[in-house]
C-alpha cells in the first residue's frame, strides 16, 4: 500500500494533449452559439471583437507563461499567488478559481440534460445529470491519458464540423448569399461600428478564450514541465484562429441578426442555412461533442485545483489532497 504522501500525478501528457485539453475546455463551437448577441451587439463585426479579445488574452497568456516557468505546479492564479506574494491571498485567489472551474462542470451537465431530453422527452431528465457525471468523473479517476485521448477525439469532430461549416459557406457564397465572396472587409469594419460597441463585443467573446488558464492545471502531468509555457500560447492562438476565421465566415454570410428567429443560440440555425437539415443535426451533434469535451477537461481542472488546495492544507487533506496509488490521478478519500 503506497502511503498518500508518496503518490504523485503521473507526467504522461504531450504538449498536443495539453493543448487538446485547453481547446476542449474553450469549445471552438461556442462562436456559432454566442454569435447572434455579438453580432447584434457590435453592428455587425464579430471579428473584430475576437481579435480585440485574443490580443488583451495574449498578454494574459504571456504571463501564465512566465510564471508556470518559475513555478510549475498545478494550481494555476492559487498557486502562483500563494508562491509569490502571501499564502492568505492564495487562499482567497483560490476559492475565488473554485467558483469558476466548479461552475462550468455544472454548465455542462445541465447542457447535456437539455439536449437530451430534447431527444428523448420521455427519460426523466435527472437521469442524464446522474449519468453524465458518473461518466465524466470515471474518466477522469481512470487516467488522465484516458480523459486526453477521449477529448482529443471530440475536439477533432469539432474542427471537421467546423472546417465542413467553411466548405460549406464558400458553396453558399457563390450562389449569392451574404455578401457573395470570401474577400469582404465588412467583418471587420463597416460604417456604423462603434469602438464602445466592438469593446462590449470583446467582453462577450473572452468567455470563448476560458480555458487555456486551466491548461496551466496540467503542469504537474506534462512528460516536460518546459513545453507548459508553449503549451499556453499555442492553445491561446489556436483557439483564437478557429474563432476568428469561423466568425469572419459567418459575418460575411450573415451581416445582420435578421436571418435569425432567436439570436440568443444561432448554431442550429447556421447550420441550416448553410448546409441543410443534415448538416443541422450534424452541427448539433458538433456541439453536444464540445459540451462533452469541456466537461472533461474542466472536471480535470478542477478536480486538479481541489487536490493541490487539500495538499496545501487549505483544504482537508484526506479529502482532497490524495492521490489514488494506482491510477494516479485526483481523487478524494
Known amino acids: 500500500m503506497i502511503k498518500l504522501e508518496n503518490a504523485t500525478l503521473k507526467r504522461s501528457l504531450g504538449l498536443w494533449a495539453i493543448v ?39 498578454f494574459t497568456a504571456i504571463s ?25 491571498l492564495g487562499f482567497l485567489v483560490g476559492w475565488a478559481a473554485l467558483l469558476d472551474y466548479l461552475l462550468l462542470p455544472m454548465v455542462n451537465a445541465l447542457i447535456i440534460r437539455i439536449y437530451m431530453v430534447s431527444v428523448f422527452p420521455n427519460v426523466p431528465a435527472w437521469i442524464w445529470v446522474v449519468a453524465y457525471v458518473a461518466g465524466v468523473t470515471g474518466i477522469n479517476v481512470w487516467s488522465m491519458g484516458k480523459t486526453s485521448n477521449m477529448n482529443t477525439i471530440l475536439v477533432a469532430f469539432e474542427l471537421v464540423l467546423i472546417a465542413a461549416f467553411l466548405v460549406l459557406a464558400i458553396v453558399q457564397f457563390s450562389h449569392g448569399m451574404g455578401k457573395g465572396t470570401v474577400i469582404t472587409f465588412d467583418p471587420l469594419y463597416h460604417s456604423g461600428v462603434r469602438l464602445s460597441a466592438v469593446l462590449t463585443g470583446a467582453t462577450v467573446v473572452c468567455f470563448s478564450f476560458i480555458g487555456f488558464d486551466a491548461v496551466t492545471m496540467y503542469a504537474e502531468e506534462a512528460k516536460d514541465p518546459k513545453i507548459m509555457p508553449k503549451a499556453i500560447m499555442l492553445t491561446v492562438f489556436i483557439g483564437g484562429a478557429v474563432f476568428f476565421i469561423a466568425s469572419y465566415f459567418a459575418q460575411a454570410l450573415f451581416p445582420d441578426v435578421s436571418h435569425f428567429k432567436n439570436t440568443d443560440d444561432t448554431l442550429p440555425q447556421i447550420g441550416l442555412y ?60
Open 20 to 58: 487538446g485539453l485547453g481547446l476542449g475546455y474553450m469549445t471552438p463551437t461556442i462562436v456559432f452559439d454566442t454569435f447572434g448577441i455579438v453580432s447584434k451587439e457590435t453592428n455587425g463585426v464579430v471579428p473584430l471583437a475576437y481579435i480585440t479579445a485574443l490580443i488583451v488574452m495574449l
Open 64 to 88: 501564465y507563461g512566465k510564471m508556470v516557468k518559475v513555478f510549475p505546479n498545478a494550481g494555476s492564479a492559487y498557486t502562483y499567488t500563494r508562491e509569490t506574494m502571501n499564502p492568505h
Open 274 to 333: 448553410v448546409g441543410g437539415t443534415l448538416f443541422k443535426l450534424l452541427f448539433i451533434s458538433g456541439a453536444f461533442a464540445a459540451t462533452v469535451a469541456s466537461g472533461l477537461a474542466s472536471h480535470a481542472s478542477v478536480s486538479r485545483l481541489l487536490y493541490v488546495m487539500g495538499r496545501n492544507g487549505v483544504l482537508p487533506k484526506r479529502w482532497f489532497g490524495y492521490v489514488h496509488p494506482k491510477f494516479r490521478t485526483p481523487l478524494g478519500m
